[in-house]
């Protein structure tokens, strides 16, 4: 059975961090690329970050120089460091897991909160 649990969202005051964390199990993990989605009230869901099973990563232009992505495949564990939180980061937070279209998982999501 997959599953894909995070945690690590919270409140946090702007300017502040936190560190998201997405433990997967019943798959191969390190052959998947690894990404973190956010999705604000209102808004469609968005691709923030994502590293590759070779550790390559990208960015939304809006996260870089602020977010870090890593995995552990010894820990089958994927991180979003997420430094310098704006309110506009506000939304939860969803891992994903993708080999290909028909391979694809998803998290319940974590709620990041930035306010003062």
């Known amino acids: 059975q997959v599953q894909l649990v995070e945690s690590g969202g919270g409140l946090v005051q702007p300017g502040g961090s936190l560190r998201l964390s997405c433990a997967a199990s019943?798959?191969?993990?390190?052959?998947?690329?690894m990404n973190w989605y956010r999705q604000a009230p209102g808004k469609e869901r968005e691709l923030v970050a994502g590293i590759t099973s070779d550790g390559s990563t990208n960015y939304a232009d809006s996260v870089k120089g602020r977010f870090t992505i890593s995995r552990d495949n010894a820990k089958n564990t994927v991180y979003l460091q997420m430094n310098s939180l704006k309110p506009e980061d506000t939304a939860v937070y969803y891992c994903n897991a993708h080999l290909r279209q028909a391979l694809d998982y998803w998290g319940q999501g974590t709620q990041v909160t930035v306010s003062s």
């Open positions: 019943g798959f191969t993990f390190s052959t998947y690329a």
